[in-house]
């Protein structure tokens, strides 16, 4: 079953704005991550941020989690158009490493 | 210098045709996996191998295969193929254990016609 759903389904946004994307999921974390997609590419990694901490910075990146909402955030400060792409949260509630995905979000930032 | 590479990068065949699909890392990484993406973006993890061994077989049809060689490997095999099988499917790895990121291949598109 799915574990994270990602809001909105797509976003699109001027150059210079900011994005923001949310991620819920339902059951209890070892951590949380952010990845991008460029179109036809595979996943880059972002973001880990582990159950017991609330808020990450990498960059223009800012990740916030929120344990007793299940819910998690992804901010993108200053967009560009090369940041352009889909965003997708991933969840990890096992010992094993697996990973389950979201939907993903669909950013467009316009020039 | 590709660290995750995985071919070919498209696929098309004919249903019930065999195929494989090859996957290597260079990062020293002990744990592999395939993912499959289908046409609506969405991502679900098909298995995973820990130094050869598998450790996740997520209810995927016996008709696909994975085979790791070595921990640099995991080429997974798909027989009898079906129209359904058409997706994207990545090949990732990671260092073993939990909060560990995954390093993902760039994908391989598989169209059954």
């Known amino acids: 079953s799915q574990q994270g759903e990602e809001d909105p389904q797509a976003l699109s946004i001027q150059e210079g704005e900011n994005a923001t994307m949310n991620c819920s999921y339902k059951t209890s974390i070892n951590n949380l991550q952010w990845y991008r997609q460029n179109s036809g590419r595979g996943l880059v990694h972002l973001i880990l941020?582990?159950?017991?901490?609330r808020e990450k910075h990498s960059g223009r990146l800012r990740v916030t989690l929120d344990t007793s909402k299940k819910s998690s955030s992804l901010l993108i400060t200053a967009s560009r158009a090369a940041d352009t792409a889909s965003y997708f949260c991933?969840?990890?509630?096992?010992?094993?490493?697996?990973?389950?995905f979201g939907q993903g979000t669909t950013l467009q930032v316009k020039p | 210098d590709t660290a995750v590479s995985q071919t070919p990068k498209y696929l098309v065949t004919q249903m019930g045709n065999d195929k494989s699909i090859k996957c290597e890392q260079n990062l020293g990484h002990d744990t592999m996996y395939w993912y499959k993406q289908d046409s609506k973006k969405f991502l679900k993890i098909m298995f995973s191998y820990n130094n050869k061994e598998l450790i996740i077989n997520e209810t995927v049809p016996n008709r696909f295969s994975p085979k790791s060689p070595d921990k640099a490997h995991l080429n997974l095999h798909i027989n009898s193929l079906e129209l359904g099988d058409s997706a994207v499917y990545f090949c990732?790895?990671?260092?073993?254990?939990?909060?560990?990121?995954?390093?993902f291949g760039n994908g391989t598109r598989l169209t059954v016609t």
């Open positions: 990732a790895s990671s260092v073993q254990g939990n909060n560990s990121p995954l390093h």
């Open positions: 991933a969840t990890d509630s096992s010992n094993t490493g697996k990973l389950i």
């Open positions: 941020i582990r159950s017991n901490e």
